[in-house]
């Protein structure tokens, strides 16, 4: 595929998207400015606060760059004040790059200054092949599936690695629920408590929610089934107060 410019250069691509979402965010910032400048005029302290940060993030947009730079630097104060303008540009990113088979590892000269070039976003970076995923995907077995990794001299799928930096990134972690018929994933964001976990699946277990039994994942694996992480006492029973823990495999008691 012919890029539409004639040259791949990643640095030139990043920076148009950010300048067309940045001139987008210009437009909301001078808005938001424009009606704090009046309210300054009344002697509103946390308007005149607004007002200087925005100010601030007005003139970073209009040198070309991404607000989401700012955040980096920002106090917690300011940082308040730019989210809640809802920012295109101060969205939170992940580049993925994808190379060839010889730069899955370290990547080349493109990655390299790709990375120089977003160093004040403190975004994460990741490198994927296309055609290795393709191929993985292709492969019917697990074990097939690990040899051709390790003949190409990866620990994992790079989807693998795509999933959990998303997830960390959106700060979200999975628990599970099993039973005879089905084992299933759940999504939740990091810090929700057991009702919060329950609620996903269904309201009514938030609404209903008397207590959870937890398996931590590490036990399940290393004791091998839930008959013996019960034999050996590893299976807690938690109330309302419980924060979820990744991986936790989880069964919900509740009041219909």
Same mark, same amino acid.
């Given at each position: ?20 979402? !940045? ?15 009046? %309210? ?32 980096? $630097? ?15 540009? %101060? ?17 080349? $000269? ?15 970076? /990741? &490198? ?22 390790? &003949? &190409? !001299? ?8 795509? /999933? ?9 972690? =999975? ?45 399940? $694996? =290393? ?15 938690? !109330? ?8 936790? /495999? &989880? ?6």
């Amino acid at each position: 595929m012919v890029h539409v410019d004639g040259s791949v250069n990643p640095v030139r691509d990043k920076e148009i998207i950010d300048l067309e979402l !940045g001139l987008k965010d210009l437009e909301t910032v001078e808005k938001r400015l424009d009606k704090l400048v009046r %309210a300054v005029r009344v002697g509103n302290k946390e308007d005149q606060r607004a007002a200087e940060v925005i100010a601030e993030v007005k003139k970073h947009l209009e040198q070309g760059r991404p607000a989401r730079e700012l955040l980096v $630097t920002f106090e917690d104060d300011s940082k308040a004040i730019l989210k809640e303008l809802s920012l295109l540009t %101060a969205k939170p990113v992940l580049y993925v790059c994808n190379v060839d088979e010889g730069a899955i590892e370290k990547g080349n $000269t493109h990655t390299e200054l790709f990375r120089k070039s977003v160093a004040a976003e403190n975004a994460e970076v /990741i &490198m994927i092949c296309a055609g290795i995923e393709a191929q993985i995907a292709d492969i019917k077995t697990l074990d097939e599936r690990r040899e051709f990794l390790e &003949m &190409m !001299g990866l620990d994992e799928p790079g989807v693998n690695k795509l /999933i959990r930096s998303a997830y960390k990134l959106l700060n979200l972690i =999975t628990y599970f629920t099993a039973g005879e018929k089905e084992v299933r994933a759940w999504t939740v964001r990091r810090g929700a408590k057991a009702p919060e976990a329950a609620g996903v699946i269904h309201s009514d277990f938030e609404k209903g929610f008397i207590r959870a039994e937890v398996i931590k994942y590490s036990d399940f $694996t =290393t004791l091998g089934s839930e008959a013996k992480v019960k034999e050996a006492g590893k299976m807690a029973v938690e !109330g309302k107060e419980y924060v979820v823990g990744d991986g936790d /495999i &989880m069964h919900f008691r509740f009041n219909v």
